[in-house]
């Protein structure tokens, strides 16, 4: 399942971020207020707020800050303006990457993530050379309890009765794929059954993942860590198995 590969980036981003906190608040504050301004200052009628705000909640951004974002978006403080942009290309062995982009100057984040690439070995593309690749799905993440674990095929009935499409699981977290347009209602679910989430968000999940050799894989983590390290990135998908 693509979806397990994508639970390990979570994972080594989320320690990632704790390490650099502020780095992470200032890009989850600009999602916010981008969501605002694409989308109303109302999470109940914005999905993407919702997740927006379910990111920020993960790496425990302050509710503070979160209000502060949010009144940004809304134009109730002085904010800038920023565009969302979509670079494509591949880090080697034909791995594709996608790189989300939210900037205030479009020439400056095209050359940082052009100079990410050459430097690490990789080669930026054209748009839509990698992105038919992917899909843009609901992907929830929910961490077993050893004391109490959850009946996978009982939760896998009742997620798809509720619009999962996938729902599959081991001894330590369960993930529930969806529709982007699912996503409310299967998230409403698992809500009533009183669940939490290691991760919950819409993102894109590659139809496919690449197997490369160990050696290979550092080489295009390092291009990925590069990537997701600068100012103007908001996410890196990629489709090299982990």
């Known amino acids: 399942m693509s979806g397990h590969s994508k639970w390990n980036n979570i994972k080594n981003k989320k320690g990632k971020e704790d390490a650099k906190r502020a780095q992470a608040f200032t890009k989850i504050a600009k999602y916010i207020s981008v969501a605002v301004k694409e989308g109303g200052a109302?999470?109940?009628?914005?999905?993407?707020?919702?997740?927006?705000?379910?990111?920020?909640?993960?790496?425990?951004?302050?509710?503070?800050n979160i209000e502060r974002a949010i009144k940004k978006g809304a134009g109730e403080l002085e904010g800038v303006n920023y565009e969302e942009i979509t670079y494509e290309g591949y880090g080697g062995e034909g791995v594709a990457i996608m790189v989300h982009c939210l900037t205030d100057?479009?020439?400056?984040?095209?050359?940082?993530?052009?100079?990410?690439?050459?430097?690490?070995?990789?080669?930026?593309?054209?748009?839509?050379?990698?992105?038919?690749?992917?899909?843009?799905?609901?992907?929830?993440?929910?961490?077993?309890?050893?004391?109490?674990?959850?009946d996978l095929d009982d939760l896998m009935l009742e997620a798809i009765d509720a619009g999962a499409e996938d729902v599959q699981g081991d001894d330590d977290v369960i993930e529930v794929i969806t529709d982007p347009k699912d996503y409310d209602a299967v998230k409403e679910f698992l809500d009533s059954k009183g669940l939490t989430y290691a991760a919950s968000e819409i993102t894109y999940l590659p139809d496919n993942e690449i197997e490369v050799s160990e050696d290979k894989q550092a080489k295009i983590e390092k291009l990925i860590d590069a990537l997701e390290e600068l100012e103007d990135v908001q996410e890196v998908y990629h489709n090299m198995a982990e």
Do not use: C, W
Not at 47 to 63: E, F, G, W, Y
Not at 122 to 150: A, C, R
């Open 42 to 64: 109302n999470p109940d009628f914005n999905p993407s707020l919702k997740v927006a705000i379910d990111k920020a909640k993960a790496v425990n951004m302050p509710s503070d």
């Open 105 to 150: 100057n479009r020439n400056r984040t095209a050359a940082d993530v052009r100079h990410a690439f050459e430097k690490h070995g990789g080669n930026l593309g054209t748009t839509g050379s990698v992105s038919y690749m992917f899909n843009m799905k609901g992907y929830i993440v929910i961490e077993q309890d050893e004391d109490s674990p959850i």
